[in-house]
């Protein structure tokens, strides 16, 4: 104990570790320096704060870590030259000061980080990310083609990813990368564009209310698929409808029969309008789903619309990915595509990282859910487990964050359908939601074998140790290193 102790505290008194330590912490939270104040308050061990991954050596993040480095290095220096013009009998006090400010110098610089942050976000960042903003509004306005925009709780990343494949078949398609959804992303992104592209899909994020309505009075889209709703978010946004307020605040800029919206999520009923075209497993726009058959390494179903009948083959991993398939194709066929090189890009599709991506290790068959962070994604995980074959099922998972006042009530709920999945053995990272999930396994009469890790990292890192040959494990959400 007395060994971990002195491993947390020892950092800050090498002054480039602590710097790394501070830049890296700045970093994680995304400069929100409310919660890197709360995160650096609430740190009891701080020799485990950077775990996960490391500081990104950004320009910001250099200009931090050396700054720290050098103010901390300095301020060293005086205390050990005040404390020897003690010790020569030059200054009387030199001791007491020189120690003094050896030993606040963490906490000090650690706090006082923030002003010249604040600053500097308030009169250079924010200006110059307002006119950026603002220049990739008139190109959004002036853009000739068609507007896509991308709107949900969960599912974005992988829907647009699936939409772009699909329809640069026969389009000029451009759209925003990997998971870059707010404001700044989208200028970077409207400021790239070559000016020949037909089509633009734009993946909007939603972080804190009024988002979804800035993002969209910014590009102006044409048409919009809303994903999902599910509590996300909380921590900004407070209730589940505040978030789908600002979901939907989409609709005031496009009309309400171009929205698709994801029927099966099972929040999202009450916020649908008469006009708005829906979709789900069982079809979409006319067409109708038929002879499924979930495979672990993908799915297989027909797809059709009066004497027209579509025979698709994905790569994509259970039953919740038939609506968002879906969707696309009646989109993709609406939009002149022909059936062709819909199912071609269909076939060769690969699930996004992280988001149910499988892949084999030491003969088990391991699905890769660890991006997903929303109760209707570990429903739909636990359905699809349930669903496979193995000769022995194991799930993982640490939780969700951002739960807000829907945390226990969430975390119950997984446990519940972990239980119905009926895995032979549950493991769980302990954190400050473990209780819960347990609470909801036993409430759930669930009989299967249940363990807690202490170290997720390590516990992963060495997955192969712990699975055999055919074996079924489903790894679902993973938690960044500013949660606990």
Same mark, same amino acid.
């Given at each position: 104990m007395l060994k971990n102790i002195l491993n947390s505290y020892l950092i800050f008194y090498s002054p480039r570790r602590f710097a790394k330590l501070i830049a890296y912490m700045l970093q994680a939270s995304e400069y929100d320096l409310k919660a890197y104040l709360k995160w650096f308050w609430s740190t009891q061990d701080f020799s485990k704060v950077q775990v996960r991954k490391d500081l990104n050596l950004t320009r910001i993040?250099?200009?931090?870590?050396?700054?720290?480095?050098?103010?901390?290095? =300095? $301020?060293?220096?005086?205390?050990l030259g005040l404390m020897i013009l003690y010790f020569t009998g030059h200054l009387m006090a030199g001791w007491g000061y020189g120690l003094g400010l050896i030993i606040i110098y963490p906490v000090?610089?650690?706090q006082l980080i923030v002003v010249p942050i604040f600053f500097a976000r308030l009169l250079i960042i924010y200006p110059k990310q307002k006119r950026a903003i603002n220049r990739s509004a008139q190109i959004f306005k002036n853009f000739n083609g068609l507007k896509i925009a991308i709107v949900g709780s969960y599912g974005k990343t992988s829907m647009k990813e699936l939409l772009d494949a699909v329809l640069r078949t026969k389009f000029k398609v451009a759209s925003t990368a990997g998971n870059q959804n707010v404001a700044t992303s989208h200028a970077v992104f409207a400021n790239k564009l070559q /000016?020949?592209? +037909?089509?633009?899909?734009?993946?909007f994020g939603e972080g804190q209310p009024g988002d979804v309505a800035k993002f969209s009075k910014t590009v102006l889209p044409d048409r919009a698929i809303i994903t999902g709703l599910s509590p996300a978010h909380l921590d900004k946004y407070k209730t589940l409808n505040k978030a789908a307020e600002d979901i939907f605040s989409v609709d005031h800029y496009v009309k309400h029969n171009k929205i698709l919206v994801n029927a099966e999520s099972s929040y999202i009923k009450p916020y649908c309008k008469k006009a708005y075209q829906l979709y789900d497993r069982s079809g979409t726009l006319g067409w109708k789903v038929g002879a499924v058959q979930v495979l672990n390494n993908g799915l297989k179903f027909e797809l059709s619309k009066k004497q027209q009948t579509? %025979?698709?083959?994905?790569?994509?991993?259970g039953?919740?990915?038939?609506? #968002?398939?879906s969707a696309v194709i009646a989109l993709a066929l609406e939009l002149g595509l +022909? #059936?062709? #090189?819909?199912? /071609?890009?269909?076939?060769?599709? %690969?699930?996004?990282?992280?988001?149910?991506? #499988?892949?084999?290790?030491?003969?088990?068959?391991?699905?890769?859910?660890?991006? !997903?962070?929303? =109760? +209707?994604? =570990?429903?739909?995980?636990?359905d699809l487990l349930r669903e496979l074959k193995a000769n022995r099922k194991i799930y993982i998972t640490p939780g969700l964050v951002d739960q807000g006042p829907e945390n226990e009530a969430v975390h119950l709920r997984i446990g519940s359908y972990i239980a119905d999945a009926q895995p032979d053995i549950v493991i769980l990272m302990q954190n400050s939601v473990t209780n819960f999930i347990q609470k909801g396994l036993e409430k759930a009469h669930f009989k299967g074998k249940v363990e807690i890790i202490?170290?997720?990292?390590?516990?992963?890192? !060495?997955?192969?140790?712990?699975?055999?040959? /055919?074996?079924?494990?489903?790894? $679902?959400?993973?938690?960044?290193? !500013?949660?606990?």
């Open positions: 993040a250099r200009i931090n870590k050396t700054f720290l480095a050098l103010i901390c290095e =300095i $301020q060293i220096l005086v205390g000090l610089w650690s /000016g020949n592209e +037909e089509i633009l899909i734009i993946e579509l %025979k698709i083959k994905s790569n994509l991993l039953r919740h990915q038939i609506g #968002p398939i +022909e #059936p062709e #090189p819909i199912l /071609g890009a269909l076939k060769t599709f %690969k699930p996004y990282q992280h988001r149910m991506e #499988p892949y084999q290790l030491n003969g088990a068959y391991i699905i890769d859910d660890t991006y !997903n962070g929303n =109760i +209707e994604g =570990i429903k739909a995980g636990c202490d170290d997720p990292l390590f516990f992963y890192n !060495n997955l192969k140790e712990i699975v055999a040959k /055919g074996d079924l494990v489903l790894m $679902q959400n993973d938690w960044p290193d !500013n949660y606990r």
